[in-house]
């Protein structure tokens, strides 16, 4: 089957982050710390083996797939996302999460280059979705209309819930976030960047030392900066003026959000070396805010901080 593109609305592909570059150990439980949300009973988790079996279910409805890695935050706001319009939805389609580093193959299937990336399977034929967190009315909208075309091309049945086991013990529940934190994610969910930067910043005012926060507001800052940036022009901008220093920052910023983070990193270091007084310090400082929406144990970050001191003294 066809679908137009007109006729799936656009969607905001803001914090899909690349995953040629990243390397990350293996997926902690659902329910876990570090892991998705406990499957409903219109959600599976899939991996190569089981994968033939998703694509046979898509000739009875609708299959949406998330492929999701452990490392993206976002990955998880969307696995929740999904995982309440399932609930929702009841049957009328099947979620299926992948875990994108753990089973490359179907990611590679898939076409996908960025976490999160949802597509559809519908009658054995892959239908691109969305990547990045778009809001809970976008996804709905995207929802109903593969719903939609799955009726107009004949495939009609419903997704039958997974059956509960009794005697199953009891898996551990993800301690809940602090407020503040919660109060971030949600905001985040809903796309709403000024509501998780004041949580943030708040969680800051009363816990200096508050990692998680900090991080997390790096993460906003990024986010709001690439918000409304034209890719194109702003490379282009900056391959006319290498010193440039706004121009340079930008394309650091669209580098680690595609996931090119040690060509952000290198772009901002060697512009260190040709800066100085606030123009040097204002570089500095964006390494900085960059090393924290990476994580400060990343080897890469690691690296940089090595060279950003070498560069400076």
Known sequence: MSQSPQSRPRLDVRGAVDLSALNRPATPPPGTPGGLPKPGPYVVDVDEASFGDLVRRSTQHPVVVLLWATWSELSMQVATLLGSLSDEDAGRWLLARVDAEANPQIAQAFQAQSVPTVVAVLGGQPIPLFQGAPSREQVRQVLDQLVAAAQANGVTGTAQPAE????????????????????AYDALTNDDLAGARAAYEQALLENPRDAMARA??????????TADL????????????????DAQLAVADLDLLGGQVDDAFARLIDLVRVTAGDE??????????LFEVIGGEDPRVVTARRALASALY
């Not at 034209?230 to 290498?242: K, M, N, Q, T, V």
């Not at 040097?280 to 805010?289: A, K, Y």
């Open 164 to 183: 509960a086991v009794d005697d199953e013990p009891a898996e551990p529940e993800e301690p809940p976030l602090p407020p503040l934190h919660q109060a």
């Open 280 to 289: 040097r310090e204002r570089v500095r400082l964006r390494l900085v805010d």
């Open 230 to 245: 034209d890719g194109r022009a702003a490379r282009e901008a900056a391959a006319d003026a290498p010193r440039d220093v």
């Open 216 to 225: 997390g507001l790096a993460q906003v800052g990024l986010l709001e900066r």
